[in-house]
Every structure is written in structure tokens, then in C-alpha cells.
């Protein structure tokens, strides 16, 4: 059976910085899969991250604006980890429909004494703590916040166990980063980052369908037995197809989103939808800083002014807004 591309006229291919929808009826399955390139190298860009911090936080990009572009309701979707490491803050937040920025803070000494000593794997720069999945609909309604343990190797699987035990949806994750060097027409030196990811989720018209092995409970009550759930046949294929992706897939711009999934999918069919674009953007402005500095007591103001002026630097974006201290005081 060939791949349906479903795209309206003469749609383009999706290419890099926008998500890719689709869906696989033969196996009840439905994803979004995503090349990033100009968007996140920007991103990672301007803040000058050393490798293994820049390789993390473009995993969490990735992950966000896969998440973030499936919802349907005007507000955001903040994906953050909180541990004990030497990268002891990742924060990815993304607006809809497209918009997001995002954060890595990291202890410099110890991360460069993990460096020297070779554990710069994604948990042991993360550490013990916890991944959080925030849904804000905005002032008048009740944010949603999903937390979990970071349990795993990586961040793909870290989600993998949020989607499991929070949203009980069987979900897989790849996710890659690839830092390319090569030479401008002048033949310097020239880097930039790219990143990719697919997310798959199985989601039958049978909830019962849904049902996977249970996670291990402990020790049970003598005489009782565990009960064990077979996983669907359609789930297990589709999760062996995800597992023979290849990193350098989710990077290659030669390979696509489109290319991609009919390497997995086209003895199924995939049905791929109009590609949501994703754009590096800051919801940051002076007038939202404004109205901090103005809760400030004039204590907090005298010890914020340097050379006169107060200049407060977004984390996110690296903008500096400079302010008269007059506009504040009482």
C-alpha cells in the first residue's frame, strides 16, 4: 500500500521549522514529526552553550513544539526539567499557534568537571528531579501541570514514562541534535545546529485497546499473582518501525519529514496533514518589565540601578531593556 500524502493543492513540502502532522490507519496510530534548523540555531545561537547543555536543550525544543503544536485552544505549553546536576534548568515554552522560546542554567564548574571526567549523559547532566509538563489556557482558566520523576537514560524516555504514567497514552519519542560544521564562500569555519524529533502515540476507538504491560507495583500479597496485559499487535509494530529510526534521519534535510515516514509507514499508509510552522519568538516587552520593576519597593530599585539606569536582560531572548529609575520612584 503507498503512502496518501494529504496536502491541499500544491502544498510544499514541510522542510525545516514546521511540524508535520500525520496519521497511520492501519495501525491506529497518529504522530508529528519535525526538522528544525534556522529556528534553533538561532535559539542556542545567542546564548553561546557549551555542546552538551546546547545538545540538551535543543532535545527539549524538539520535544516541545511537537507537543505544543497538537494543541487546540489559544495558550502555551511549558515543558521543564528541575534537578541536581550541572544543567539544573531546562525550560522550552511554546504560544500558540507557533511561538516559542526557551532556557538552559548550568553550574559551569561542575559541568565542566563532568566534561573531564565523561558523564555527560543527558541524566547525569539532569540529575535527580523532576519533568513537568505545564498547559496554561490563559487568565480565567486552571492551569494543568503533569509531573514526573526523570527516571531514564535520556530525555525520550523521561517523556515516554510523563505520557505512560500521567496521560496513560502509549507514546514513543525519538528525538536528535546535529551540530554541522562547515566553511562560508570565504572558506572560514562556519556552525550551526539542527534537531528533530517524532512523536507517536497509539489511540484506538477501543480504550481497551490502550492497555500495556503494567509498570512494577512492588511486592504483592502472598498468594496473589500479577495481572499482565498483552500489548496490541498494531502498538507493537508500530513502536518496532519508530525504534529503526536513525538519529541522522531526523536531521538530514535530505531526508525530510515526508521521506521519513514513507520509510516507516508505506506498507501501512500514512495520511500527512498542512505542516504547522514554528517560529523563535519571545513573548518578552518592555511593558510587561515595566510592570515588574513597578511592584518594586525603592530598596529594590536603589540596589537594581548601575550607571544610572536599571537594565534588565531577558533569560529567554538575551533582550536588554534599559529603564530611568525615575519612571519607578514613589
Same mark, same amino acid.
Given at each position: 500500500?503507498?503512502?496518501?500524502?494529504?496536502?491541499?493543492?500544491?502544498?510544499?513540502?514541510? #522542510?525545516?521549522? =514546521?511540524?508535520?502532522?500525520?496519521?497511520?490507519?492501519?495501525l491506529?496510530?497518529? &504522530?508529528?514529526?519535525?526538522?528544525?534548523? %534556522?529556528?534553533?540555531?538561532?535559539?542556542?545561537?545567542?546564548?553561546?552553550?557549551?555542546? !552538551?547543555?546546547?545538545r540538551?536543550l535543543?532535545?527539549?525544543?524538539?520535544?516541545?513544539?511537537?507537543? #505544543?503544536?497538537?494543541?487546540?485552544?489559544?495558550?502555551?505549553?511549558?515543558? @521543564?526539567?528541575?534537578?541536581? #546536576? !550541572?544543567?539544573?534548568?531546562?525550560?522550552?515554552?511554546?504560544?500558540?499557534? /507557533?511561538?516559542?522560546? +526557551?532556557?538552559?542554567?548550568?553550574?559551569?564548574?561542575?559541568?565542566?568537571?563532568?566534561?573531564?571526567?565523561?558523564?555527560?549523559?543527558?541524566?547525569?547532566?539532569?540529575?535527580?528531579?523532576?519533568?513537568?509538563?505545564?498547559?496554561?489556557? #490563559?487568565?480565567?482558566?486552571?492551569?494543568?501541570?503533569?509531573?514526573?520523576?526523570?527516571?531514564?537514560?535520556?530525555?525520550?524516555?523521561?517523556?515516554?514514562?510523563?505520557?505512560? @504514567?500521567?496521560?496513560?497514552?502509549?507514546?514513543i519519542?525519538?528525538?536528535?541534535?546535529?551540530?554541522?560544521?562547515?566553511?562560508?564562500?570565504?572558506?572560514?569555519?562556519?556552525?550551526s545546529? =539542527?534537531?528533530? /524529533?517524532?512523536?507517536v502515540?497509539?489511540? !484506538? @476507538?477501543?480504550?481497551?485497546?490502550?492497555?500495556?504491560?503494567?509498570?512494577?507495583?512492588g511486592?504483592?500479597?502472598?498468594?496473589m499473582? +500479577?495481572?499482565?496485559?498483552?500489548?496490541?499487535?498494531?502498538? +507493537?509494530?508500530?513502536?518496532?518501525?519508530?525504534?529503526?529510526?536513525? %538519529? /541522522?534521519?531526523?536531521?538530514? !534535510?535530505?531526508? /525530510?519529514?515526508?521521506?521519513?515516514?514513507?520509510?516507516?509507514?508505506?506498507?501501512?499508509?500514512?495520511?500527512?496533514? %498542512? %505542516?504547522?510552522?514554528?517560529?523563535?519568538?519571545?513573548?518578552?516587552?518592555?511593558?510587561r518589565?515595566?510592570?515588574?520593576?513597578? &511592584?518594586? *519597593?525603592?530598596?529594590?530599585?536603589?540596589? *537594581?540601578?548601575?550607571?544610572?539606569?536599571?537594565?534588565? @536582560?531577558?533569560?529567554?531572548?538575551?533582550?536588554?531593556?534599559?529603564?530611568?529609575?525615575?519612571?519607578?520612584?514613589?
Open positions: 500500500m503507498e503512502t496518501e500524502i494529504q496536502t491541499p493543492g500544491e502544498q510544499d513540502f514541510a #522542510g525545516d521549522d =514546521r511540524v508535520l502532522p500525520f496519521e497511520v490507519d492501519g491506529d496510530v497518529r &504522530g508529528r514529526t519535525v526538522q528544525l534548523g %534556522p529556528m534553533i540555531d538561532a535559539i542556542l545561537g545567542r546564548h553561546a552553550y557549551p555542546e !552538551p547543555v546546547a540538551l535543543a532535545e527539549a525544543i524538539a520535544l516541545t513544539v511537537l507537543l #505544543g503544536t497538537s494543541l487546540k485552544f489559544e495558550g502555551k505549553l511549558i515543558v @521543564q526539567t528541575k534537578g541536581d #546536576g !550541572p544543567v539544573d534548568l531546562l525550560v522550552a515554552d511554546f504560544s500558540t499557534p /507557533g511561538n516559542l522560546r +526557551a532556557y538552559a542554567r548550568f553550574d559551569a564548574e561542575r559541568l565542566a568537571a563532568a566534561e573531564a571526567a565523561g558523564t555527560t549523559k543527558p541524566a547525569e547532566l539532569l540529575g535527580n528531579g523532576i519533568l513537568a509538563f505545564t498547559i496554561d489556557q #490563559g487568565a480565567y482558566m486552571q492551569r494543568y501541570q503533569g509531573i514526573v520523576e526523570m527516571k531514564g537514560d535520556t530525555l525520550e524516555a523521561m517523556a515516554e514514562t510523563y505520557f505512560r @504514567q500521567s496521560e496513560q497514552i502509549p507514546t519519542v525519538r528525538l536528535a541534535v546535529a551540530e554541522l560544521i562547515d566553511r562560508d564562500e570565504d572558506g572560514k569555519p562556519r556552525h545546529w =539542527r534537531a528533530g /524529533g517524532i512523536v502515540q497509539f489511540l !484506538p @476507538q477501543a480504550p481497551d485497546r490502550m492497555r500495556t504491560p503494567d509498570l512494577p507495583g511486592d504483592l500479597p502472598e498468594g499473582e +500479577a495481572i499482565m496485559h498483552d500489548e496490541d499487535d498494531s502498538w +507493537a509494530e508500530a513502536k518496532a518501525l519508530v525504534t529503526t529510526v536513525d %538519529p /541522522g534521519e531526523l536531521t538530514d !534535510p535530505e531526508v /525530510g519529514a515526508e521521506r521519513l515516514l514513507y520509510r516507516l509507514f508505506h506498507e501501512r499508509g500514512a495520511k500527512v496533514y %498542512p %505542516p504547522v510552522p514554528v517560529f523563535d519568538k519571545c513573548s518578552c516587552s518592555r511593558e518589565l515595566g510592570e515588574v520593576l513597578d &511592584g518594586f *519597593s525603592e530598596e529594590e530599585l536603589e540596589h *537594581s540601578i548601575e550607571n544610572g539606569v536599571i537594565t534588565v @536582560q531577558c533569560e529567554f531572548c538575551s533582550t536588554a531593556y534599559k529603564f530611568d529609575p525615575a519612571e519607578f520612584r514613589r
